[in-house]
T-cell receptor, first 112, second 110 residues
């Protein structure tokens, strides 16, 4: 039982490049979340999903897109990376409301 | 903007002392959760308190919730060096968002 797995763990991008971060969970959870963590800012919600085929915007969605084609996977895309998107990205999943969330180990992304 | 704010931003205590941190939130919640993060790793869930509860205990953790003031507190009793970490409150909101604050960094000195 792997829990929540994020791929890749580290990545360096050049400004303007695109990439996709993958979050996979094997716990059959309905809800999945993408956050970014910057020093002094805590975790800020980018996008989230409450079920397969559904997505919704969080607190800082600009510059990111997401897809939830399969229940177990939640993809975060950066179409044209900017230095301001340098951050640590965390994915989380949970069964539903009023339940605890389980986090991945994070993806450290640097945009130069 | 973020839903929650923690206070203080940082806390340094001696081993064996108690650590108290506070969280304020802005909008209605289903429950309030506390998480812990060690050195930039993924967050780990500590405790969940529902909106109709006022106090909850789990081991050395005590959480209170005051929905009239939109605030919560986390107390860690008899702290240990291993409690050194960042602690975050998370608002489980009615629109399914799970929104975190900026966190409190706790350092426990031996």
């Amino acid at each position: 039982n792997a829990g929540v797995t994020q791929t890749p763990k580290f990545r360096v991008l050049k400004t303007g490049q695109s990439m996709t971060l993958l979050c996979a969970q094997d716990m059959n959870h309905e809800y999945m979340y993408w956050y970014r963590q910057d020093p002094g800012m805590g975790l800020r919600l980018i996008h989230y999903s409450v079920g397969e085929g559904t997505t919704a915007k969080g607190e800082v969605p600009d510059g990111y897109n997401v897809s939830r084609l399969k229940k177990q996977n939640f993809l975060l895309g950066l179409e044209s990376a900017a230095p301001s998107q340098t951050s640590v990205y965390f994915c989380a999943s949970r069964p539903g409301q009023n339940t605890e969330a389980f986090f991945g180990q994070g993806t450290r992304l640097t945009v130069v | 903007s973020q839903q929650g704010e923690e206070d203080p931003q940082a806390l340094s205590i001696q081993e064996g002392e108690n650590a108290t941190m506070n969280c304020s939130y802005k909008t209605s919640i289903n429950n309030l959760q506390w998480y812990r993060q060690n050195s930039g790793r993924g967050l780990v869930h500590l405790i969940l308190i529902r909106s109709n509860e006022r106090e909850k205990h789990s081991g050395r953790l005590r959480v209170t919730l005051d929905t009239s003031k939109k605030s919560s507190s986390l107390l860690i009793t008899a702290s240990r060096a291993a409690d050194t970490a960042s602690y975050f409150c998370a608002s489980d909101m009615v629109d399914y968002k799970l929104s975190f604050g900026a966190g409190t960094t706790v350092t426990v000195r031996a």
